[in-house]
């Protein structure tokens, strides 16, 4: 979400003439967009804030906005712990900032805008919004959280769940298309109750609509939470063809303890049950979660359950975070906190564990053909275009792992322009826990405008 929050401000500032800057140090305007779902990500706002005080003794004329989740939840209080900041700009504020630094500009004094609106911000299409082209990016459909899970601070700093018109989701989907985007994924903190409130389409609903945009080739979405998984969406993984084959179920924990602990409100066994039916609906999909571990009063038999559910769910990937208390959530005056120490031992079972699972399924694709929608260059090829005509480029499978391929051209077809934006079949040669390698076989003529002998085969 703070990605896509940050393109949104970049857009802004570049109609009101900005441009993005080398360094930090070269630029006249710092805009710090920040997140605070752990006291990790807290903590490093502040700390680049320091390096902005110092930066500031030397360029007085310096303005440094920030905006996002610390923003929304320190306000008044941001600029006495930082007084070089000018402006601090919470969630809902993002479309107030360029009229903010106009009046930092004119007036000097200092803006503090933490207003929760009652209603979702809309943005403009009239101009451009993107630098570069992009193959994929992230569309928020809707804001807010109000499920209150004891241990997250998304709903104080977020406000209401609001959804967007599928109108305008529609119309921007269409825009960014037309700068030359082909995947999209979704946003909002839990899809499955998108429009309920408001009485829009429902979500599967609205993916009917998007899948039929001409010109998108994938559509991904997070997050899901998994006590309102309806059946209806399960079985869009079947009905929209674009729809990427997988999903983000978050689980948090496998005990149903620490479940109710944290408001989950599903137990073990209702997660089971909708991960069986999903598997039912759609076989091979794959499946992602977040886990936390060290929850306060988590005993080594709750954890063990945690890891238990996970490797009977076989997860496709994971992310997995110590419990961290945040301002505000009720969890933090829970008693039982679990030392930084055991949280630490505990990320890392969970982490070791998964990794084996990922290295299994991983191995099991060597010598299959994946579909790969190109990303462009890889890392390792950039710069070094013209140097031979092997070249290494980079993409994702339908179920998200990250594919380097090499793609060997019999003639002149070796650049940029050719193979991103467009979905290739791999064949894998080469697994690795967090990514796989292959060779190009064939570029699907499907959806990428290319028709017969147009389609390029190494
Ligand atoms: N501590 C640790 N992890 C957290 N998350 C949310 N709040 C906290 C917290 N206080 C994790 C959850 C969520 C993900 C986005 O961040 O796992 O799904
Ligand atoms: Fe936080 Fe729970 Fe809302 Fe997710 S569903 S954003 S974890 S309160």
Not at 173 to 199: A, M, P
Not at 225 to 230: A, R, T, V
Not at 282 to 310: C, K, W, Y
Not at 423 to 442: C, D, F, M, N, Q
């Amino acid at each position: 979400m703070n990605v896509y929050d940050s393109e949104k401000i970049v857009s802004d500032l570049a109609f009101y003439g900005y441009e993005k800057t080398e360094s930090v140090e070269s630029a006249d305007l710092v805009v710090l967009n920040t997140c605070t779902i752990r006291e990790k990500a807290e903590q490093k706002a502040f700390s680049f804030l320091g390096r902005l005080t110092k930066l500031k003794q030397k360029k007085s004329h310096l303005i440094v906005a920030v905006g996002g989740c610390v923003a929304q939840q320190e306000g008044e209080k941001l600029v006495k712990r930082a007084p070089v900041v000018d402006i601090v700009f919470g969630t809902h504020a993002i479309d107030r900032l360029p009229q903010h630094i106009k009046q930092i500009e004119d007036h000097k004094h200092r803006v503090i805008d933490v207003k929760i609106s009652e209603s979702i911000y809309e943005k403009d299409f009239h101009k451009k919004t993107r630098e570069n082209e992009v193959v994929t990016t992230f569309v928020t459909i809707m804001q807010g959280c109000e499920n209150y899970c004891t241990y997250c601070v998304v709903p104080y700093v977020r406000g209401k769940e609001m959804s967007r018109q599928p109108d305008r989701i529609i119309e921007e989907i269409k825009h960014l298309v037309n700068e030359g985007v082909r995947e999209v994924t979704l946003l909002g903190q839990n899809v499955n109750s998108y429009g309920i409130k408001q009485g829009f389409c429902s979500f599967a609903q609205l993916l009917e609509r998007i899948n039929v945009i001409d010109g998108l080739m994938r559509i991904r979405f997070t997050t899901s939470h998994p006590k309102d998984l309806s059946v209806k969406l399960m079985n869009a993984f079947v009905s929209c063809e674009k729809l990427c084959n997988h999903i983000h179920l978050p689980v948090q924990s496998g005990s149903d303890r620490i479940l109710k602990l944290m408001n989950r409100r599903y137990n073990r066994d209702d997660y089971l049950e909708k991960v069986t039916s999903l598997r039912k609906i759609q076989p091979d999909i794959s499946i992602s979660t977040d886990i936390i571990v060290g929850f306060p009063g988590e005993t080594s038999e709750d954890f063990a359950q945690t890891l238990d559910l996970i490797r009977e769910v076989g997860y496709d990937s994971l992310f997995a975070f110590k419990y961290s208390d945040r301002p505000k959530v009720p969890s933090r005056h829970l008693s039982g906190k679990i030392s930084e120490n055991e949280k630490t031992l505990r990320l890392q079972k969970v982490l070791a564990l998964q990794e084996e699972t990922t290295l299994k399924k991983n191995r099991a694709l060597a010598g299959s053909i994946q579909q790969v929608l190109v990303e462009g260059l890889s890392k390792k090829q950039k710069g070094k275009e013209n140097q031979n005509h092997d070249i290494q480029w980079t993409g994702r499978t339908q179920s998200n792992i990250v594919v380097n391929f090499s793609f060997t051209s019999n003639n002149d077809i070796t650049f940029d322009q050719i193979l991103t934006g467009r979905i290739v079949g791999v064949r894998i040669e080469k697994a690795y826990p967090h990514s796989l390698w292959g060779k190009s076989v064939y570029i699907e003529p499907e959806n990428q405008g290319l028709k017969g002998d147009e389609c390029y085969a190494a």
